[in-house]
């Protein structure tokens, strides 16, 4: 009898041997656009301080100068270029994984309204206000799990991925919520070093072009593919300055995220520039320009546009809108102070979260207590505007039939 048993397949156990083998070849090949870039920086060091700053920089003052600036951006480049590759995908936690249970409760649902229903019913606990286009929570059926808000599954590494902006062949690695201050840190150094080197060899070019000196082939290629690279930079790194002001990744450039609350809003994430910028390189000036990791945030749950929030939870505190002047007309909470008005709408949600308050880590709970009593005053505000747009006793205002309005006129 067969040591590994009579149900050992034999044409399974090859094929699997055959699947590893390729896939190690796949993942060799992946690393080939990291090795150009190495060593074309490698090749750049030996053409500018070898060739041309010895050669064309006599002044010893000056060639100081020279070579200290251009190492003290090669560092930056590189040590920028080091984390964006090396910096570990921000992967989902193991919370957002649907249980068994649920997955063959899923997949016996006989409708899609009976599968919304499933996932509404497991994600009501999860910090997730992103839907789908026929409004469903978001679930990835490669991972099993519900998508946090941003996040997407990158068909490359196999994984969903918080914040996902895109997967960069030139780094290896995805662009995602945990490597992406580095990934702009290397597009704007790797910048500054193609243009470094591009003004600094125009000289050299000059002497070349009126024939002051023979032409050497590593500077005038050099110059060239400087050039080159800066040309491509200058573009990517301003598309990716525009869409770190704007709160906002590659993917949700071309797809719209789409609120539970509000619908498709391509700004829904935005809340200011100051506060995108700072959302993505933190919140300390000292280390913006740092390759040191300082963003905000935990990657699944981010600050929106108050009208994409529905109510109150129990980690949030939430204040309403101050009241808005209009004219003769005064404006709270989305009720019009105007009793001659034929109807009036309801409310509008118009809330901003303050801060999301973890009432156990508040010390004696004093933090807690004290937000909870700001809302408690701007909710008395709220009610005392409201109550001024009633009539005195208190009943709303009729709405006026097509024959009263003609009566009235």
């Not at 590893?20 to 060799?28: D, G, L, S, Y």
């Not at 499933?118 to 994600?123: K, N, R, V």
């Not at 005064?330 to 102070?337: A, D, L, P």
């Not at 006026?400 to 003609?406: C, G, L, M, V, Y």
Request: glycine share 4%; net charge positive; with cysteine.
């Amino acid at each position: 009898m067969s040591v590994l048993g009579t149900n050992y397949d034999y044409h399974r156990t090859f094929d699997e041997q055959r699947n590893n083998r390729c896939a190690c070849c796949v993942r060799t090949m992946k690393w080939f656009p990291v090795v150009f870039i190495v060593s074309v920086i490698l090749w750049s060091y030996y053409a500018f301080v070898i060739q041309l700053s010895f050669f064309t920089v006599t002044s010893i003052v000056q060639r100081i100068l020279f070579l200290l600036f251009y190492h003290i951006v090669l560092v930056m480049f590189l040590w920028s270029y080091y984390k964006t590759v090396f910096t570990d995908i921000g992967r989902v936690p193991s919370r957002f994984k649907v249980p068994r249970v649920e997955l063959d409760r899923l997949i016996r649902a006989t409708n899609e309204d009976e599968q919304k229903q499933i996932l509404e019913t497991f994600a009501k606990e999860l910090p997730v206000v992103t839907r789908t286009l026929n409004a469903s929570v978001r679930f990835c059926e490669k991972c099993r799990l519900i998508k946090p808000d941003r996040a997407h599954h990158c068909s490359v590494c196999g994984v969903c991925v918080l914040k996902l902006d895109h997967h960069c062949p030139w780094v290896n690695n995805c662009i995602n919520f945990t490597n992406y201050k580095f990934f702009i840190l290397f597009l704007g150094y790797a910048l500054l070093y193609c243009l470094y080197i591009t003004f600094t060899t125009v000289a050299y070019m000059e002497l070349i072009w009126t024939g002051k000196i023979d032409g050497r082939f590593h500077i005038l290629f050099l110059f060239f593919v400087s050039v080159m690279f800066a040309i491509s930079l200058v573009s990517l790194f301003g598309y990716h300055c525009y869409l770190v002001l704007l709160n906002r990744t590659t993917l949700e450039s071309f797809r719209t995220p789409i609120f539970r609350y509000g619908g498709p809003d391509k700004h829904g994430f935005s809340l200011g520039k100051l506060s995108n910028f700072q959302e993505v390189f933190g919140d300390d000036q000292r280390l913006w320009f740092v390759p040191v990791y300082t963003s905000l945030g935990d990657g699944m749950l981010f600050r929106t546009r108050s009208h994409h929030l529905s109510s109150i939870s129990s980690h949030e505190v939430v204040l309403p809108v101050a009241p808005l002047a209009t004219g003769n007309q005064h404006y709270c909470n989305g009720t019009v102070e105007n009793a001659a008005v034929a109807t009036m709408n309801p409310p509008i949600d118009q809330t901003v979260v303050v801060e999301h308050v973890n009432e156990t880590k508040a010390t004696d709970g004093v933090e807690f207590r004290q937000l909870l009593q700001q809302q408690q005053m701007s909710e008395k505000k709220v009610d005392s505007c409201i109550a001024s747009a009633l009539p005195a006793n208190g009943d709303l205002p009729r709405q006026e039939t097509k024959d009263s309005f003609h009566h009235l006129h």
